[in-house]
């Protein structure tokens, strides 16, 4: 079935450093989320991207995050500066259309640890 | 903000034997519901969706949804170890892109 892939799998790096996650969505999707889960805790949503602009974010979000889609090229979620509560697994998704009906595919996640 | 809590937290069932996997929203608009399905070491995959009150069956899964309760649940069938993962209930609104997950059900199936 249809696949996103992120890169790297795991990343570890130091608090006040930048990281980026990177994210191959399935190749004809059309809008693209960020969710976070810390360990032992639940998914939580962080943003979703379409047409070049973030359609909607949480509170998790935080100023310090952004997202791109250079050039139909990796889906990317940027943490500058990086702190320590911003350890977790970052799952990336992609869904064909809209709204809550349709099927998201996730990737199998980025750790990060940030220490 | 909304609340989806599952239950129970882990499951064990014998091979060929019935899972039960229950799940409580707290938001009355919510309208969309799925089952996500995670094996180790891999993303979430979606497993069924239910929109309409009642049942909906998919093979051996049989999703339930009872909107005037907050609540819906899966049943497995003929379990199979294969099928032993993690489980997430994951519940939206209408017009929103938004997914809230549950913490998930991690069911075990014994050979």
């Known amino acids: 079935g249809p696949k996103v892939l992120q890169i790297p799998s795991h990343q570890i790096i130091d608090m006040g450093q930048m990281v980026t996650l990177n994210c191959d969505p399935v190749?004809?999707?059309?809008?693209f989320y960020w969710y976070k889960q810390i360990l032992g805790q639940q998914m939580e949503f962080l943003v979703n991207?379409?047409?070049?602009?973030?359609?909607?974010k949480s509170k998790l979000f935080k100023d310090q995050f952004s997202v791109e889609r250079p050039d139909g090229s990796y889906f990317t979620l940027k943490i500058q500066p990086t702190a320590l509560e911003d350890s977790a697994v970052y799952f990336c998704?992609?869904?064909?259309?809209?709204?809550?009906?349709?099927?998201?595919?996730f990737g199998p996640g980025t750790r990060l640890t940030v220490l | 903000q909304q609340k989806v809590q599952q239950s129970p937290e882990s499951l064990s069932v014998p091979e060929g034997g019935m899972a039960s996997l229950n799940c409580t929203f707290s938001?009355?608009?919510?309208?969309y519901f799925w089952w996500y399905r995670q094996h180790s070491g891999e993303g979430p995959k979606a497993l069924m969706?239910?929109?309409?009150?009642g049942d909906k069956k998919e093979g051996r899964f049989t999703a339930h949804l009872n909107k005037a309760s907050l609540y819906v649940s899966l049943h497995i069938k003929d379990s199979q170890p294969s099928d032993s993962a993690l489980y997430f209930c994951?519940?939206?609104?209408?017009?929103?892109?938004?997914?809230?997950f549950g913490d998930g059900t991690q069911l075990v199936v014994k050979p």
């Open positions: 998704a992609s869904s064909l259309r809209q709204g809550a009906r349709a099927e998201q595919f």
């Open positions: 190749s004809n999707h059309l809008y």
């Open positions: 991207f379409y047409n070049g602009k973030v359609m909607e």
């Open positions: 938001d009355r608009n919510s309208q």
């Open positions: 969706s239910i929109f309409s009150n």
């Open positions: 994951a519940v939206s609104r209408v017009n929103n892109n938004r997914i809230f």
